[in-house]
């Protein structure tokens, strides 16, 4: 009787958290759609009544705001494209560029997005595992480049750029310069290191698809390749030219 009441409970205790992870996301999901779409049609409060889209619909549209927005960035960027807007937008960064206060924060966001929007290379290349903020202790970090000029020349070893985000908001976290050889390449997709570092560990990734235990820095492969046995995966550690090749 005691078990059978046990496994009720268990039951029923899995049968709600199973709702919660259906209908919390789903909610969340649906409640920050709805406020876009609400915040969206304020857009329509900066354009004159004469050219307002809603002065002359019978009825509100929801979303229409967005539409409008995306329009409007879409027409900026045919005219930007062009020689006359390019010339017009290139006067006008001068401008920006000496204002000082100005300057160093729209410099720092068109930088951001040129890397976030770039078609020439991804903004995170590979997940990679560093030991940060001591030895023994690792972190989850992405590489997004090799550095170049007086940073690569004065370093003692060859080193990668290496950003680390901060749990729970991925967006914030560390520039680093990490060591090539101190680096452990991880199978795990871009996204589902985002998922993990999002939710604190809580959500694991996806089985690896090869065994990444002989990953490994330089200094151990000695010892791994005396213990590994047959059929074992050889270590291939990030290499300047791996970076190079995506970029």
Not at 222 to 239: D, M, V, Y
């Amino acid at each position: 009787m005691k078990n059978f009441i046990k496994s009720l409970k268990d039951k029923i205790r899995n049968y709600f958290i199973a709702g919660i992870l259906t209908v919390v996301p789903l909610s969340i999901s649906v409640y920050v759609i709805v406020l876009i779409l609400k915040n969206a049609d304020r857009v329509f409060n900066i354009i004159p009544e004469k050219v307002n889209p809603k002065t002359y619909l019978p009825f509100p549209i929801p979303g229409l705001g967005i539409f409008i927005v995306v329009f409007g960035v879409f027409i900026v960027g045919v005219l930007v494209k062009n020689y006359v807007g390019g010339k017009i937008v290139a006067f006008g960064e001068n401008i920006v560029y000496r204002i000082p206060l100005v300057r160093p924060l729209y410099s720092a966001v068109k930088q951001l997005l040129t890397a976030i929007f770039s078609q020439s290379n991804d903004t995170f290349r590979r997940v990679v595992l560093i030991e940060y903020p001591r030895k023994g202790i690792y972190a989850i970090a992405f590489v997004t480049g090799m550095p170049s000029g007086e940073v690569q020349e004065k370093t003692h070893q060859k080193v990668i750029n290496v950003f680390l985000p901060t749990t729970p908001n991925p967006t914030s976290g560390f520039y680093l310069l990490v060591p090539e050889s101190e680096v452990i390449p991880l199978t795990m997709t871009v996204e589902e290191a985002f998922k993990v570092i999002v939710s604190g560990g809580v959500v694991a990734p996806e089985p690896p698809r090869r065994d990444i235990s002989f990953f490994r820095r330089p200094e151990r492969n000695k010892e791994l390749k005396a213990t590994s046995t047959e059929g074992s995966i050889r270590p291939e550690p990030i290499n300047s030219s791996q970076v190079r090749e995506d970029k």
